[in-house]
């Protein structure tokens, strides 16, 4: 069983910055596709951003390609969120997840875990 631990979020202006952390338990974590989804109020949750389970392969959703960046480092067993000139529109909860089958499918909603979220705000 793996759980997953969001942290970092908060309240940001627009244009300002934010690292979301998200710290899995376990021994298998290298072994996981890992990504963020987010949910804002009224809305479908959202693909944000995914990774391979070794890193080198990542993706991100149209509306945060080129601000937000997604990494990892399995030996904290830990995947970042890089969030870059935010706007309103990113305001919502983000959801750590992490599948065992592969990124692609990660992407498509095989999600194994899902973390608690957490929530991000950016004010205009």
């Known amino acids: 069983q793996v759980q997953l631990v969001e942290s970092g979020g908060g309240l940001v202006q627009a244009g300002g910055s934010l690292r979301l952390s998200c710290a899995a338990s376990g021994r298998t974590f290298s072994t996981y596709a890992m990504g963020w989804f987010r949910q804002a109020p009224g809305k479908e949750r959202e693909f944000v951003a995914a990774i391979s389970f070794g890193g080198a392969a990542t993706n991100y959703g149209d509306s945060v390609q080129g601000r937000f960046t997604i990494s990892r480092d399995n030996a904290k067993n830990t995947v970042y969120l890089q969030m870059d000139s935010l706007k309103p529109e990113d305001t919502a909860v983000y959801y750590c997840?992490?599948?065992?089958?592969?990124?692609?499918?990660?992407?498509?909603?095989?999600?194994?875990?899902w973390g608690q979220g957490t929530q991000v705000t950016v004010s205009s």
């Open positions: 997840a992490g599948g065992q089958a592969s990124m692609t499918a990660l992407m498509r909603g095989v999600i194994n875990y």
